[in-house]
C-alpha cells in the first residue's frame, strides 16, 4: 500500500514537475520570438493616422543640401525598394543628380562607369558595390533605372553613382594603378601600400605633381582611411570608421556642386546617417558641419522576417523580429502597410509631438545574427527619441527578407 502512495506522488511529482517545464518552454518561446510578451506599446492610432501619408506624397525642404534615407535593417525587400523609390521622387522633384551608398568607394566608381554606358551588366553592377546584402534583384533595379535615366538626357544631366565608405579597398587600388600606369608613377602593391604609410603618402605626392584627377587623389585617401580603420581597436572602429564617412560624403558634395548640382541623396544604416547626441555619428557629423541643410528620412519596422548573415559560419538565415516601436504599431492597427510622417508638421506641445521626442525602442538590425538576440531584445533595438535622430520616418509594417544572389 504504501508503495502505490509512494509512486503515485513520484508520478505526481513528475507530472507537475513537467508541467511547470512545459510552461516554462512557453513562455521562454513567447519572450524570445516576440522580444518581450508581446509588441510593445501603441501610441494613439487615430493621432497618428492624422499625420501619416504614402510614401509618394514624401517632400523634402529646399535648404536640404544632403538628403539622407536611413534603413532599419540591410537584409528586408521593402527598405531596397525604397531606396530607388525616394530617389526618384528627388531626382524628379528636387533635381538631384548624384546617389550615394554605403558602399565601397572604388567598386561605386565602376558602377558609376556602368550607368554612364560602360561595359557589363546591372547584376555585376550590383556585385561591384562591394558588399553581399548590395547582391539583390532590387538593386539591379535601381541601377538599370540610373542607366535608362543617363540614356535619355545629355551628359550634363546624368545621374552619378557613389559609394562612401572605405573598407573594400581592391577597386580603389585599380583607379590609383590605371592613373600611375599612364603617368609613369611607380606604385607598390597593396599590400605594401597597406603596410607602409609612407609608401602611400610618397605615391600621393607624386600624382599631385603629375596633376592626377581628384578621383584619383580620393581613391589613395580611401587606401588611407582602410589602413587606419584596420589599425584600431575593434571598439573604436566604429566612430572612427563614421568619421571618415562623413568627410567623404563631404567631399562628393563639393564634387556634385562643381558640376552646378546643389544636392545629393545617400543612404546608409539608420546608425550612420541618424542625428545621435551620444554617439558621434557620420548624421551628427554631417548635421553639425551643415546644420538645417541635412536632411534624414529615417525608417522602422513592425514585424521583419530579416534576411541576415549568421556569425560563424557562413550562409545566411532568415529570422522574425519585432521592434517594439509604438509609431510602427500605430501603423500597423491602422492598417497601414507604409506610411510617411513629417516632424514638422507635428506641433512640439501636442502629445504626439512629446511622444516623438520622448525615448522609446526602434528596430536597429545589422548584419549579423547570433542567438544571443533572442535573449537580448536591446541587441536589436536602440532606446532614443525619433524626433532627435531624424527629420521625418517611413514605417514599413511588415517587412520582408530580400534576396541575396549567390548565397
Known sequence: MKEKQIKKRKFKFRYLWFGMFAVVVFMASIYTYFGGFGTGECVDEKEFAAYAKEVKELTIPKEAKVIALGEATHGNREFQELKKEVFEQVVNENGVKAFAIEGDFGGCEKVNAYISGG???????????????????????????????????SEKEQLRFYGFDMQRPEYSYEIIKDACEKMQVELPSLENLQSELVLLEQVKEQLMEKQASELVLRCVDMLSQDRELKSVPESEGGTIRDQYMAENIEWILKQEQARGNSTIFITGHNTHVGKWESYDSMGKILSEHLEEQYYVIGTD???????????????????????????????????MEQC?????????????????????????????????????????????????LYDSMIFVTEANPVEVKGM
Not at 122 to 148: H, K, N, P, V
Not at 316 to 331: E, G, N
Not at 363 to 372: F, Q, V, W
Request: proline share 5%.
Open 119 to 153: 561595359s557589363g551588366s546591372a547584376e555585376e553592377a550590383a556585385s561591384w558595390i562591394g558588399f553581399d546584402i548590395y547582391r539583390t534583384g532590387q538593386m539591379e533595379q535601381l541601377i538599370s533605372y540610373m542607366r535608362a535615366y543617363n540614356d535619355s538626357v
Open 340 to 388: 510617411w510622417v513629417d516632424f514638422r508638421e507635428v506641433p512640439r506641445d501636442s502629445s504626439f509631438g512629446k511622444e516623438l521626442a520622448d525615448y522609446t525602442f526602434l528596430g536597429s538590425l545589422g548584419e549579423g545574427y547570433s542567438l544571443i538576440m533572442r535573449l537580448l531584445p536591446q541587441s536589436y533595438r536602440i532606446f532614443q527619441p525619433p524626433s532627435q
Open 301 to 335: 519596422f513592425y514585424k521583419t522576417r530579416c534576411n541576415l548573415p549568421t556569425k560563424g559560419r557562413k550562409g545566411r538565415t532568415v529570422q522574425t523580429f519585432y521592434s517594439h516601436d509604438p509609431f510602427a504599431k500605430a501603423a500597423k492597427v491602422a492598417g
